[in-house]
């Protein structure tokens, strides 16, 4: 059966034994490493089937697949074999080629960057091999290995179970069953059973809501029931971004203005008696040169690329569009525990029979109180040693190193009193239960929150309320209080859930969390840029509200989870401008959080870690997980893991977020208002009767050096002073929206008025006159117009590239000279220019001529004054 990993179809049937047996492992100690390589090589990664990533050839080649190119291919074709215009078709071809090679580049570079992102967002299992706990990449699972299961996993492969704790699993991706399914491990004596009937199996890409378990795997990758059911409907595309669409749909409307432009400019053409084919030409290379049909597929490097540099910076973004969103975020909501503080936890202080014990006290000679205080804490606890290192929760781990200070070894317990039963912790009890034999009976120990346990032991009121009151005080310090209590039983009780009461109270245990250093700083930085910051926390009110201080929130304005119940969420809404603290919250009142700001049209980034939080983090605008103490279900349900955990690390993905999003509107603008000047250009020049002042070559050659160096320099622009000192962008600000257009369309006209004063003004220096100017008699006078139109072109959109360097500052400040990359595009640039013009082969192959001192006068006034004029209304108007 291993052999050829068949899908999980009848190991239900068997027993835990028999399945260990039959796949030929060791439910103790797991594969061994050797073995799981072995394995690994037969049966293949457990991943599901997914499209080939395509070869070099296959994106080089579709550089070529558009309906304009291939017409300009034909045309040249045309030119060149029947028309024997070998120069023009041989320099065509080869502008084509050098656009093609930069396409490939471009598109090569983000097809392996999005794969790297891939990779860095896989899920992960833990998995027992040599006897040691290991986490490891879900798609390193093979037949035969153990897989350890507890609460917010998701089930990295089909597993037949052999031991289980309380554990539920939630199939609905699966077979639809809204309700999670408890699980055992019996086997099941019953052919062809339904998906959903097999309670001692769990399948890939189902959940754990509740409890622990321990399966052996069976099936992996396309052989496991999800990918059976991968196979049969066949695999999705990837998804664009907002942006990527709309930039989809502003150039198919682009592209169909130019093509009515170009039509134009090739009817007014032949209307004047210009040759067919030359105005043919001229009209296709001005389609190709001004169509933004690459702008799809540059966002998407950017993007990428962007998103890579997040990653380094520990912020690993699961879906492209949260980049975009980012730089928007009006709101973050954040959690406390490891996010705004070090998640390093230690017990600072016991409280046993009304006396506080020192941590530092805590011994083998501590009084019989405090070690039955710390016997239950660690009982009551699902961090377990593995190797040299403690595995699970801060807390949890916190209470495993105080009980070891008292010679309470957690194996040792272990072995003592063995679990029998347990009630897991859940965020709306804010309890966890577990149950074991003691002394021919049973007893249960409890931990969780005071005011919920408190009520659920044997106490007077008057020790309840200073129990209560002691909680209270430790929490103003900054301190997370637990309570512990315990309650014996002479008979295993049938439902432990239910016998959650009648405890007796054994002690309070106060933990240290301090706050990160940098995160006050990370604080002040989103103030400065209007972004709103609250805590939103499980810990107790007191607790938050002394953290709260030491980072610089508001204290004096907090609400908690019960307050969050008795309003409703128009209420919320109204009151979140003042609040920026809120405690003992659950998943629930997350959710409700997130609601409330949205419907105040916030762009809201929320934090979690749990499963119960998905619903919330897949509401928010940018969900955020935690990756150190996340779960598998909340990191799939999140836009953005965070690789520490860190708030400072959000912020710094808001900064990215807004410096890549600028990078876009500059590049993008840059792109519309050199094409509009293009295409004004030739049509309002053709339009008129006048001879064409630019030939298809020379628009080619402007698209490859303006629209290829400059603008991707643009995109790599470092950040202007002001990046985070100013509110986030409104809804209306997108990079297309109508208002944001006006300003490259205005600027690509004014562009224009200086490549058509060239045209013309050079001609009337040299005493031809306009409408004459196509005849014979005026064709070297013609030529030195075209090639000063085409250089005031091609200089005059290389300075322009300097006024998307900031949205305020003037052109001729340094902030121009701040990116390097862009200076040495527009000097490289602007030499290659000159090199068409002056070297003797070029000036046959781009069909220019040497210009003189008065032409170059033209040229630079023709570039000199529409830029000085744009750079004057960007400073009146403030850039934006």
């Avoid at 080629?97 to 794969?115: S, T, Y």
């Avoid at 066949?234 to 409307?253: A, F, H, M």
């Avoid at 934090?607 to 279900?633: F, H, Q, R, S, Y």
């Avoid at 002056?838 to 570039?863: D, H, K, Q, S």
Wanted: charged share 20%; hydrophobic share 50%.
């Amino acid at each position: 059966m291993l052999l050829h990993n068949e899908p999980a179809n009848e190991w239900y049937r068997l027993t835990a034994g028999e399945t260990i047996g039959a796949i030929k492992s060791n439910a103790e100690t797991g594969l061994s490493l050797a073995e799981v390589g072995r394995r690994l090589a037969e049966v293949g990664a457990n991943e599901l089937p997914r499209s080939e990533r395509r070869s070099a050839l296959s994106i080089f080649l579709g550089q070529f697949n558009d309906f304009m190119i291939w017409v300009l291919v034909a045309a040249a074709l045309v030119s060149g074999l029947i028309l024997k215009e070998l120069v023009d078709a041989a320099a065509i071809g080869a502008i084509l080629i050098i656009n093609a090679l930069i396409g490939f580049v471009q598109e090569f570079r983000a097809e392996a960057a999005i794969e790297s992102l891939k990779e860095l967002s896989a899920p992960r299992a833990a998995v027992l091999r040599d006897g040691r706990e290991e986490i490891v990449p879900a798609t390193e699972l093979v037949p035969g290995d153990i897989i350890l299961l507890s609460a917010g996993d998701i089930v990295p492969a089909d597993s037949r179970l052999i031991e289980v704790a309380a554990l539920q699993i939630d199939e609905s991706s699966l077979t639809g069953e809204s309700v999670p399914v408890h699980k055992e491990t019996e086997p099941i004596e019953i052919e062809r059973l339904p998906l959903g009937d097999r309670k001692n199996m769990v399948y890939l890409g189902t959940t754990v809501p509740v409890g622990r378990g321990k399966g052996v795997v069976v099936a992996t990758g396309a052989s496991t029931q999800m990918g059976e059911i991968a196979r049969l409907v066949g695999t999705s595309g990837d998804e664009l971004t907002p942006l990527q669409i709309e930039l989809k749909r502003v150039g198919k409307v682009i592209a169909l203005i130019v093509l009515a432009v170009a039509a134009s400019v090739f009817l007014a053409g032949i209307a004047t008696g210009k040759p067919r084919i030359l105005m043919f030409l001229a009209a296709v290379s001005l389609a190709v040169a001004a169509i933004p049909e690459g702008l799809p597929a540059i966002v998407t490097v950017t993007l990428a690329l962007g998103v890579r540099a997040m990653a380094s910076a520990r912020a690993i973004v699961r879906r492209l569009h949260a980049v975009e969103t980012l730089g928007s975020t009006t709101f973050i909501a954040t959690d406390k525990t490891g996010t705004l503080t070090v998640n390093r936890m230690s017990v600072r202080y016991l409280e046993v029979a009304g006396r506080l014990i020192d941590a530092s006290e805590i011994s083998e000679a501590s009084p019989p109180e405090a070690m039955r205080l710390l016997q239950a804490a660690v009982l009551a606890n699902d961090a377990h040693q593995s190797g040299d290192r403690l595995v699970g929760d801060p807390t949890e781990t916190a209470l495993i190193e105080a009980g070891g200070l008292a010679g309470l070894a957690k194996e040792r317990l272990d072995a003592a009193l063995p679990r029998i039963d347990e009630v897991p912790f859940d965020s709306s009890r804010k309890l966890m239960t577990t149950l074991h034999p003691e002394g021919g009976g049973f007893i249960a120990f409890t931990k969780g929150a005071p005011e919920i346990l408190l009520d659920r032991c044997a106490l007077s009121d008057e020790e309840r309320a200073r129990l209560t009151a002691t909680a209270d005080e430790l929490a103003a310090d900054g301190l997370r209080t637990l309570a512990v209590a315990e309650r014996p039983f002479d008979a295993r009780p049938p439902e432990l859930a239910l016998e959650e009461r009648d405890f007796t109270f054994l002690g309070l245990i106060a933990l240290l969390d301090p706050p990160r250093p940098e995160v006050a700083e990370a604080i002040r930085t989103c103030r400065q840029a209007g972004i709103h910051v609250a805590m939103v926390t499980g810990d107790h009110a007191a607790t938050a509200r002394a953290i709260g201080r030491e980072i610089g929130l508001v204290d004096d304005s907090f609400l908690t989870g019960k307050e969050l119940e008795e309003i409703s969420t128009d209420e919320l809404a109204r009151a979140l401008d003042h609040v920026s603290i809120f405690a003992r919250v659950d998943p629930a009142h997350k959710l409700k959080i997130v609601e409330a700001l949205k419907a105040r049209r916030e762009v809201v980034a929320m934090t979690g870690d749990g499963v119960n939080d998905a619903p919330a983090l897949k509401k928010a605008d940018i969900g955020v997980a935690m990756g150190v103490v996340g779960t598998e279900v909340a990191k799939e349900a999140s836009d953005m893991v965070l690789a520490d955990d860190n708030f400072a690390t959000i912020v710094s993905a808001v900064r990215q977020g807004r410096l890549i999003f600028d990078n876009l509107k500059k590049f993008i603008h840059f792109l519309l208002s050199a094409n509009v000047s293009e295409v004004l250009t030739m049509f309002s020049v053709t339009i008129v009767g006048l001879p064409i002042p630019l030939f298809p070559v020379q628009l080619l050659w402007i698209n490859l050096i303006t629209d290829g160096f400059p603008a991707l320099a643009l995109g790599v622009d470092p950040p202007e002073r002001d990046l985070m000192g100013r509110r986030p962008r409104g809804p209306g600000e997108g990079i297309v929206a109508p208002r944001a257009l006006r300003r490259p369309l205005v600027w690509g006209a004014l562009l224009t008025l200086g490549t058509v004063g060239a045209f013309l003004a050079v001609l009337m220096v040299r005493g031809v006159p306009l409408f004459s100017a196509g005849e014979a008699r005026f064709a070297a006078d013609l030529a030195v117009a075209q090639t000063a139109t085409f250089t005031t072109m091609v200089l005059q959109q290389l300075v322009h590239s300097l006024n998307f360097r900031s949205a305020s500052e003037s052109i001729v400040s340094l902030e121009s000279l701040k990116n390097r990359a862009l200076i040495v595009a527009i000097v490289a640039s602007a030499l290659l220019q000159l090199a068409v013009i002056y070297i003797p082969g070029a000036n046959l192959v781009f069909r220019t001529t040497p210009l003189g001192l008065t032409e170059w006068a033209v040229v630079a006034t023709a570039i000199l004054f529409p830029i000085a004029l744009i750079d004057s209304i960007k400073q009146l108007k403030g850039g934006r």
